[in-house]
């Protein structure tokens, strides 16, 4: 599936909750399916900066496609940051650089975005960008 | 004096009646900062509507007045704590400031090099960071700085307990030591522990050590005597006790208020000036550099008048009610643990439940509702101290009500429940 797509069903599934309370349990249920980082790489070199939980993220290169392990000590967090992992993983430097990241905004979990929360969701695009980034070509 | 009437005193804070997310709001964050009532808000308003000026260097009626009203304020402060004289009130930006104040001031008149100072395992980092920095800043040598070598182990550390008890003969240990200074939290920010300042005090006295304590935590819930604490410093702020923020300050005595050096300088804190020599106004002035808050300094008056209008005792044994009722309802969710169950708290309970972030928990109450703070609370040692990555801390004031904790307890539970 291309990002869009993923991006598209994502939306669809938060979209059939009208209660936040569903869209949070969802959440932590993707945040217990996280596809986790090897141990090795959950160190200080992997975290993503934040004060109050802690994210790890690690990339891998194969077949000119990156795929993203991660963790966190938190699991909504960890939630959201599959959540980004489902829509990137498996895509091309290219096509990540280039995604529209606007479908955030359609799945009500818009207080997560606000650049002062700390371990904000925006820390973790902007680190699979960097990833992408360097990755890229 | 007024009975406590919980339904009039929440009549006066506007904030607090609001609805976030559809809920009603329960504040359970008072130890970040108290809300104000309506007369701290119409003073400050006041003062800007109709008696705003620069103060000391007017001779015009408005500068009078506002210098006037600004004194006064000093006077009630001074009152409120029981100073021997409004002159040991000197107005800051808050605890944060006059910790910097006491560190650069105090350190400089008293700490050498070599020299220790001691403060306790359960400091907010504005009790720690400013000596820590401070000491490390007059020990470092160039070649120190060179191998960037720190120099901060002569701050001494007074140990703690599992509980969040002090550990006094650990403190009598260090006062052995000869510190310079001793800088304790009066209560805790994290644990809620009520220190017994005046029995570390009279320790410290003994071998002639002065002390600072660090009132953040107190000034709202328990009554101050700093005569009868015998403290040689007690800080606070103001935005922790229903006052606007901005407005803070440092009592000290006046024997050392006089002997100590300014801390900034500028206007108002000068006596006389040329190119080759400054000298220095009286105490208070001479620690105020620069146009203080006036406005926010009437705000502190009014909101000291405030917690005046009501029984002390009666206030007191409120919000002791308030943590005791807390402290039962949580104590029967599964996996309930207590960060600090020191026999005397004040104000506040901290706690984690096993096996969930107190992010995640924070993050869902809130949801509901319920404003609490989770995290390190800016005593990141103290977490190390317990191993926990932080705590969800929620705390208390007078205009917090037993339904408040009902709603927050079912919070945390159908959260833990959501969460495991
Ligand atoms: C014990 C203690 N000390 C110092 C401070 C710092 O106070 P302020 O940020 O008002 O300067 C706080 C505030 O959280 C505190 O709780």
């Known amino acids: 599936m291309t990002i869009k797509e993923i991006q598209d069903s994502i939306v669809e599934e938060f979209s059939m909750f009208d209660d936040w309370m569903d869209r949070y349990a969802m959440l932590i249920e993707m945040g217990k399916e996280c596809p986790i980082i090897d141990p090795q790489y959950r160190n200080d070199n992997y975290l993503i900066n934040g004060c109050q939980s802690r994210v790890w993220l690690h990339a891998e290169k194969r077949d000119g496609k990156i795929y993203f392990t991660a963790d966190s000590d938190a699991v909504i967090t960890k939630g959201i940051i599959n959540l980004l992992i489902k829509v990137f993983s498996g895509q091309t430097p290219a096509d990540i650089l280039a995604a529209d990241m606007s479908f955030l905004d359609e799945i009500g979990l818009k207080e997560h975005l606000s650049p002062t929360r700390s371990n904000g969701l925006l820390s973790m695009v902007k680190q699979m960008m960097l990833y992408a980034e360097v990755m890229n070509g | ?420």
């Open chain 2, 1 to 420: 004096m007024n009975h406590l009437d919980i339904d009039k005193i929440r009549a006066q804070f506007p904030v607090l009646d609001q609805q976030v997310y559809g809920k009603p709001l329960v504040y359970f964050d008072n130890a970040a900062t108290t809300q104000k009532p309506l007369c701290v808000i119409e003073r400050e308003r006041d003062y800007y509507l109709h008696e705003n000026c620069n103060i000391h260097r007017g001779v015009h009626y408005l500068s009078q007045m506002a210098t006037e009203a600004y004194e006064n304020a000093r006077k009630t402060v001074a009152q409120f704590i029981n100073a021997r004289q409004p002159q040991e009130i000197v107005f800051t930006r808050g605890t944060t400031e006059s910790l910097n104040l006491l560190a650069t001031s105090l350190g400089q008149l008293l700490v050498g090099e070599g020299d220790k100072v001691v403060v306790s395992a359960m400091e907010h980092h504005s009790n720690m960071v400013p000596w820590q920095q401070f000491l490390d800043r007059i020990n470092r040598t160039e070649l120190d700085r060179i191998n960037k070598i720190n120099r901060i182990n002569n701050l001494l550390v007074i140990r703690m307990d599992k509980n969040g008890v002090l550990d006094l003969n650990h403190y009598e240990e260090l006062l052995k030591q000869r510190p310079k200074i001793v800088s304790i939290a009066h209560i805790s920010n994290t644990l809620g522990t009520v220190n017994p300042i005046k029995e570390m005090i009279a320790m410290a006295h003994k071998y002639g050590i002065p002390v600072v304590v660090d009132g953040a935590q107190s000034m709202a819930h328990q009554v101050i005597d700093v005569q009868d604490l015998d403290c040689d410093f007690y800080v606070f702020s103001g935005h922790k006790m229903y006052a606007p923020m901005g407005i803070g300050g440092l009592y000290g005595k006046m024997e050392w208020l006089e002997k100590m050096p300014p801390y900034q300088f500028g206007g108002e804190m000068v006596d006389t000036v040329s190119f080759e020599k400054t000298t220095f106004n009286k105490v208070p002035f001479k620690f105020e550099a620069g146009t203080p808050n006036v406005g926010a300094a009437l705000g502190l008056e009014t909101a000291v008048k405030f917690i005046q209008s009501f029984d002390r005792q009666e206030v007191e044994a409120y919000e002791d009610e308030l943590l005791r009722y807390a402290t039962e309802q949580l104590s029967g969710i599964e996996g309930m643990r207590f960060i600090g169950q020191a026999p005397k708290r004040n104000g506040l309970v901290s706690f984690v439940i096993d096996g969930i972030h107190p992010y995640d928990l924070g993050t869902i109450i809130d949801k509901m509702g319920v404003a609490v703070r989770t995290g390190h609370h800016c005593a990141e040692p103290v977490m190390t101290f317990f191993g926990i990555p932080g705590t969800v801390r929620a705390s208390f004031a007078m205009y917090n009500t037993k339904e408040e904790i009902d709603i927050f307890v079912k919070a945390v539970d159908k959260a833990a429940n959501m969460l495991r």
